[in-house]
């Protein structure tokens, strides 16, 4: 077992790369666990995995013309929410051509990939856009990704309150006279913005859990929005911390040497929290139901 | 003299050398053809059902099985077999439980984060990674051919088994309810047949784009014609040109054969599209 002086003094906290790591993973994380408490309770868990798709294609593209893969993810990430607002509810799941022009996106994707290899020489291209390669993303980007966190967590302190009627009735929120039509689209702002962000830490393919996983979790576990919010955004801190952790740790694990790749950790520790709260709430449930009260 | 030159320059696009004699392509073309018929077959089922997001998932699932199979040194076949064929029961189990959207989401990107650990342990970086997400065509073994030909044979058979109650109930469900037709054990049959047919098209067109063979050949079709038959006919066409020409033009460019099919799916719904309309908005004139 390790004791405590030697976790403190271990070297995990000594490099640049891990700490790079946590800043970038952290702060995506965050982001999008506030931003995904409003998807779950939108249903727009579709539209974020439509967004790091079709973001996937502008990061191939961005290594092709040598610039960082952020730009990349951002650009065409806007691109497709703003196609999402133009073709409004047709962008479903249940829409087979938007599904087709979605793979069509994907297909560009997979021939600026392999323009990529060809060009630079650099194989691991695929494998770093789509899966992501956490500790090898460029320090300058950090600053970035942290200005950006924190900008949409200030948007949505700014905004709680007519984003959130917004979201439960539309409606009724135009009714009361608020801008449903600017807020929606400053919303998609912020999501197209929180969707890059944990596509850069955590691979477009990957990305997904970040944004609905510990969000689906808090909601579970509290029906009061900001309650929620905190615990979505505490148990998405807790998954990038000790992905990281156990990524680092890994590569003492067998087969020794090569590691396990930090975002499988992280998405597979998001899954099992999410497990977790539909357990806690059975358990919670049991209880009460012991003690004779009725459980909603 | 300008025009020979221009002739054959075309001669040597449309047929290079060792177009026909070069066995991998002869197991790409035979692999293509009878992939692109199944997944009509299979599509149709999908489009009428509403269930694009079942044909989105199980190629992803298919791409743990396949990278599994590296890690495991067993034949791919046997991986994509049991990943699309549990995962087709989990997916199917999940979505008739509420809130599936969320739990689906998330096992679908667990097992991708599967697929990713698999090809690290298995020390297979870079290219595979590559080929198993946007297929490749050198890649297609002889043997595999024979595998491709017999899962399709199974899965022809088990659609035309379930073709007509599958269409009842589809089409009309209260009737079919009334005369007993066991719709649970349709409903995972159908999923079961969407595993199957991932099974075939991730080998060749790639794991992030079997779903646009899937649907793309039927979504157009359906633009055309309403009639069951002619559907089908007109679909099945459809994707036989697109991967016959993206074969033709991934051999000539040595640019993935994926990225084609993309392009000449999407250019076939888009042009159709803009046909579809361009008539009814003469005939509306008149």
Redesign the interface.
Known sequence: MMDLATFVHSPFWHSPQVWNALYITTSAGVASAVVGVFI?MR?Q??AG?ILTDVGATGASASFLVSINAWYGFLSFGLLAGAGMEVLGKRAS?????T???L??F???G??F??LD?RVSNT?????SV??GSVFTVDPNTTPWLIGTSVAILLLFAALYRPLLTCSIDAEWAQARGIPVRFIGLLFMLAFVVAAEDSALAM?A??S??FL??PA?AGVRLSHRMGTAIGVSALLATIAAWLGIGLAYASYNWP?AG????C??LV??I??LE?LLACMTIRWRAHIRGLGGKRCV | MRMMGVLDTLCLWLLPPGLLTTPYMWHAYVCGTVVAVVATLVGYFVVLRGAAFMAHSLPKIGFAGIAGATVLQIPPLAGLLTFNLLGSLVLSALSRRGKRDVVTALTLVLALGAGELFLTLGHAYGETAYALLFGQIVGISGPQVGQTLTVGLVTTGLWMTLYRPLLFLTVARDQALARRVRERLLENLFVVLIGLVCVMTVPVVGALLSFSLLIGPITTACLVTRRGLHTLLLAGALGLVAVWLALLLAYDSGWPVGFFATTIIILEYGMVHIGRKAISGRSSKK
């Open positions: 779950v249903g868990s579709f995995h799941g249940r829409d087979s051509a599904g087709l022009v793979t069509f994907m297909g560009l997979a021939l990939l392999f290899t194989a691991d291209v695929t494998m789509l899966f691979g393919l990957l997904t859990a609905i996983g689906a087969p090569r590691g396990y790749p975002s499988f998405a597979g998001i899954f999410y």
